[in-house]
């Protein structure tokens, strides 16, 4: 196990409703990834924050915004739901040094279903 | 556009038989190509390669990669069922904090 969790393990969700999915880093680690992964792909980059500032977008809109805690854990929230966030929701945690940043771990994700 | 190919998509073979993943990248500023073994949910790390040619080994897994043709092979040799997963590779590039994801390879091993 890497020592990244993540809360809750599940979740159902109708369209047009507002998620938020937390995450927990690893001891040591300083910053949090996101990625969705829908059924049969592969994670797809959201954002990154590191020192409590988002350093880093993938292609996803702005209802898609996160947050970073001084404890470095970190926050997922999704507004206006659409059936297609339906996806396995993973968070990565890793070590930036100045010129470093060592490789990501990963938790075990949340499912999330939009009905 | 940045891209990651993995091939093939699935994958069955027999308990004992080695296997062999493919995992193409078109990136620019390429920094490093990273391994990862996802079995329900969390993809677990396995290898990160950064030099061209140099074998990274751990039991019986093995990577390489070849940066002048831009890709990376894992082997897997006598295959047990309990390597049965999806293999993720993963790309970075030195600007920028992302991974690049390919779509994975589904590995089954029977018996």
């Known amino acids: 196990e890497t020592g990244v969790t993540q809360s809750p393990t599940h979740l159902i969700k109708t369209r047009g409703q507002q998620v938020t999915l937390r995450c927990s880093s690893q001891s040591g680690h300083n910053t949090v990834s996101w990625y969705q992964q829908a059924l049969g792909q592969g994670p797809q980059f959201i954002f990154q924050?590191?020192?409590?500032?988002?350093?880093g977008r993938g292609n996803f809109p702005p209802r898609f915004s996160g947050l970073q805690f001084p404890n470095y854990s970190s926050e997922l929230n999704v507004n206006a739901l659409e059936l297609d966030d339906s996806a396995l929701y993973l968070c990565?945690?890793?070590?930036?040094?100045?010129?470093?940043?060592?490789?990501?771990?990963f938790g075990p994700g949340t499912r999330l279903l939009v009905l | 556009e940045d891209k990651v190919v993995q091939s093939p998509l699935s994958l069955v073979v027999h308990e004992g038989d080695t296997v062999t993943l493919n995992c193409s990248y078109e990136v620019t500023n390429f920094r490093s190509l990273l391994w990862y073994k996802q079995e329900k949910k969390a993809p677990t790390f396995l290898f990160m390669l950064t030099s061209s040619g140099i074998e990274k080994k751990s039991g019986r897994l093995s990577s390489i990669l070849d940066k002048k043709e831009l890709f990376s092979i894992l082997n897997i040799t006598a295959t047990q069922t309990g390597d049965s997963a999806i293999y993720l590779c993963a790309v970075t590039k030195n600007t920028g904090n992302q991974f690049y994801f390919g779509t994975g390879t589904s590995l089954t091993v029977i018996p």
């Open positions: 924050y590191y020192r409590e500032e988002e350093n």
């Open positions: 990565a945690s890793s070590f930036r040094g100045s010129v470093t940043q060592e490789t990501q771990y």
